[in-house]
């Protein structure tokens, strides 16, 4: 790089920078013209005039006149130069020692499109240190020290679209900062430490299309604020200090497509109406606390496309819950813990073509999730712990459609298969190798119970297979039994049937089901009812902890009471209860009297209690309110 300083005969000094290389500069002829105009210009007209329209390069800037373009990046500069080109379109003050910017500080810069900041000490804007510069187009004061942005300070830039202040201390936006960027489309106020954002901070900003709030310290979604922005297409957010995402917390931005929220470790659900309004193409939810998939506050984005909830903890994608989501083409689910994706999790995902699962804890991924294997083109299902066996044999058939993404599958349970990964499997080997055995049931001596009614009663199933497989009961309508209830299948594979019932009776089925097929096994249960004077059922069946029944049948258990001892308890309950209340009658007898106001009848609502072990559980079902009314003298 070279400068050469031309000396001519006013006190005007020209300073030519000629850079080497690419850079188109002064060359021989350029200068000579220029050189030339500039004679002939001073000779017309006067030298102050020249001087003001032929504007020297400031030092430490380097001018590129073809460009109009100033760069005075690295210049050690404390102010901003004075002496600017007034055509100048780029100016580059990057990486300099400016700390204010005064009132009208570039006014006579009106051609000016293109303004750098970024990388000073700026700690002041003066109100108005912009105007003047009507055709700004972007204007960046990213890694600066403001820390606050006082209203009127962007006054006058009417044209400008891209605004940049990332990476500064702000602590607050106040109302109106930002009202006269009337042309604004994209904003970054990423990485400050905002800690509140007032109602009509945006208001003004009618043209802002795409909004980052990055690394700012918000506790909540500035639902108000964001309002009067109706354009607003993108928006994201890092590192929200919230646990729920409320309702409505975007409800006005009717045109936002993209919505990304990251880095909120303390993120644990999502409202029910919190999307509520949104219609966007694609959401991102990563780094947070979600245990599982927000099914209800998704299940109106009917027009979502991409879908990444990458870096939750959750465990698991349940069967037919993503089917309103019926555009949806991609989702992302990275380094979670997800064990199991369940079959038909992605039915009527007609358009699905990208699932994104690597570093998760999935032993395996039927091709039953999907509603059809042929749409997927990208499949990412490296770093988890796969069990290589015939329920995987889909991908390995696929290998030459699907995308890897240079991160192939690999076996890691399967000792056979150990560390192989998918493309090293050819057509011939893959039969032999990748199979399933299926499911058996052990122990099949008839299980068949009759009981009296009350009583607890156990089957057993036991079954084999690879992989392991899934027990299942089923009643006598054939209906799957949950684990939760009076009749529940155990986590172990047992059924229990607690205090059977005459009608619980019939034959109960035990279902193993594995990849590779199922196996059942009929149980058989009749319960007996009680003889007529124990013809009541108990209707507090669960009050009562009866002792867990032993294996089997236990046709000689009592419950710990009878009804006949309850009923005397109740009766001597009973009799201590009335004389009290009768005591208390007589007294308010006397003592209304001698208030000379005679009360006649008074109505006496009791729930009499039982003497006796039991007393504090669970007879007052049995025993109802009674009421009865006494007549007094
Ligand atoms: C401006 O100058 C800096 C430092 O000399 C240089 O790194 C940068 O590339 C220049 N920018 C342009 C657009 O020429
Ligand atoms: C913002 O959060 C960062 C990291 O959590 C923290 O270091 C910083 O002190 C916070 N700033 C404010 C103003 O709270
Ligand atoms: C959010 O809306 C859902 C659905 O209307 C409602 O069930 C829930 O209680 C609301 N949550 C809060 C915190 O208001
Ligand atoms: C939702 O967005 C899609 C395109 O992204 C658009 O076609 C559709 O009309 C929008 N629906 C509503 C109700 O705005
Ligand atoms: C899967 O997700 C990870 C993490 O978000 C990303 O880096 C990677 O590019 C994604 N892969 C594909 C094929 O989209
Ligand atoms: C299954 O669990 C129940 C209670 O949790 C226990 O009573 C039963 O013996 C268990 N069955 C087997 C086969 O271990
Ligand atoms: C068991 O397998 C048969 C066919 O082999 C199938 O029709 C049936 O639906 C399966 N039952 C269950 C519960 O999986």
Redesign the pocket.
Known sequence: MGIITLSLFTPLTLTLTHMQGRHQMFEGIAVHQHLCWALLYLVAADVALAAERLQPCPQSCRCNTELLQVNCSHGQLRTTPDSLSQDAKILNLTHNKIKTLGHQQFQTLTQLLHLDLSDNLLAVVDLEAFLGLQSLLTLRLARNRLKIIPVGAFAGLSNLQFLDISSNEI?VFLDFAFRDLVALRYISAADN?L?FISRQAFSGLTSLQEMHLDAC?LTTVPTEALTPIRVLRSLHFH?LGLTTLPNYSFHHLVHLKELVISHCPWLETLSGNSLFGLNLTSLSIRHGNLHAIPYIPLHHLVYLLFLDLSFNPITSIQGNLLGDLLRLQELHLVGGSLLHIELGAFRGLMNFRLLNVSRNLLTTLESGVFQSVDTLKTLRLDNNPLACDCRLLWVVRRHLYLDFGKHSPTCTTSLQLEDWTFLDFSGGELQGLLTCRQPRILNRNPQRVIVDQGHTVMFYCNAEGDPLPRLTWLNPQLKALSPTGRIRALTNGSLEVRYAQPQDSGTYHCVASNAAGNDSLPVSLHVRAFPSSHKKPFPFQGWFELPSASPGVNENQKLPFDVKTLLIAAAIGFLSFFSSVSLCFIFMFFWSKSKGQIKHTATIAYVPRSAGSNSNRGTGNYMETSRFTMKLI
């Open positions: 602590l430490d800690v310290n590192r």
